[in-house]
């Protein structure tokens, strides 16, 4: 099993940018029409830190699973049709940062989980994008070995795959023993109660909240609802003692 540090990571793809600009001019022809598309492309902007999201649209990213969410829009009725496959990531960082803040032990180990499982996705679509340039650059070979799939290009293939079969028993694992989108919801919809009873029925404008002012509110409520339960017991206790 191969293990690598946030450091060694960098470095890989250092080297995988560092071997992409070096393999000929059909690559260079590629990223030249993939910069033309980029600059076709509305220029999108994303939520990226719980200071500044609205929980309202970091909820509905979890609820629906829909990434666009997390996009900074006006109108959120029509989401933008396109492809938002980068969303992934910022909806990763987003996730694991929120439930940092809610302090959810549980949930972190999910995302422990969900985070192996996003890097060995990354290395095996990386590796294969490698192995079709295997013969025409030794650090195409090279990155492939330090990735854990050296040898000749017929081994580096049944490498890829094997790795590959596994990671997809490890996904099928832990989606069967992981549910936990689901208690995030079940816990928001107790967490908006809450809130609403501890300000007296008030109505939220969580189009508006962050999701830092959110965690915050809820603990606040939270306290106070511990503060009048135990005031509850200690007013029953003096009655029950002057009877």
């Known amino acids: 099993m191969f293990v690598f540090s946030q450091h060694k990571w960098q470095a ?73 496959d980068f969303l992934e990531d910022v909806y990763f960082n987003l996730l694991t940062e929120y439930e940092s803040l809610r302090g959810s032990k549980g949930v972190s180990l999910f995302f422990q989980g969900l985070k192996r499982l996003s ?59 992981y549910n936990q989108m689901a208690e995030i919801k079940k816990s928001f919809t107790s967490e908006v109660l809450t809130v609403r009873m501890a300000l007296g029925g008030m109505q939220l404008d969580l189009e508006k909240m962050t999701a830092f002012e959110w965690v915050e509110t809820v603990k606040l409520a939270k306290e106070h609802a511990r503060h009048n339960n135990s005031e509850r017991v200690n007013q029953s206790g003096r009655y029950k003692a002057t009877r």
């Open 119 to 177: 890097r060995d996705n990354y290395k095996i679509n990386i590796s294969y994008i490698l192995l079709r340039f295997y013969d025409l650059s030794p650090d195409c070979k090279e990155t492939l070995k330090e990735l854990g799939f050296g040898g000749a290009k017929d081994q580096v293939l049944r490498k890829i795959k094997i790795f590959e079969t596994r990671h997809k028993i490890r996904k099928d694992r832990f989606d069967a023993t």
């Open 12 to 84: 890989l793809k250092k080297r995988i940018m560092s071997f992409i600009k070096h393999i000929g001019q059909t690559i260079r022809y590629v990223i030249i029409l993939l910069r033309l598309q980029i600059s076709k492309a509305k220029p999108w902007r994303w939520y990226t830190h719980c200071r500044e999201i609205p929980i309202l649209r970091l909820q509905k990213a979890i609820e629906t699973q829909e990434k666009r969410h997390l996009l900074k829009l006006k109108n959120y009725d029509e989401l933008p049709f396109g492809d938002f």
